[in-house]
């Protein structure tokens, strides 16, 4: 990728997240990742919406629940 350039292509945005190439391609094919067609052929990515995908749904740690569990119980009393 040039440094000019700022959309990545398919296989440059699997590799950015990490997955294989062919999930990387189920999830287009759900529409799961936002992405670009400007010819309607080819595909290109924003590292923004792909960063926006990987952190969109985040899983509290058993630490963050039992704190938030303390201070409810704590203001029921």
């Not at 799961?32 to 985040?58: H, Q, S, W």
């Amino acid at each position: 990728m040039t440094e000019q350039r700022k959309l990545l292509s398919t296989r440059e945005a699997a590799e950015y997240c990490g997955f294989k190439l062919s999930y990387f391609r189920k999830l287009m094919m759900r529409r799961a990742i936002p992405m670009y067609k400007p010819t309607g052929k080819l595909c290109f990515f924003k590292k923004e919406d792909l960063d926006a995908f990987l952190t969109g749904v985040r899983i509290s740690s058993q630490e963050e629940i039992a704190k938030e569990a303390n201070r409810y119980m704590a203001g029921r009393k």
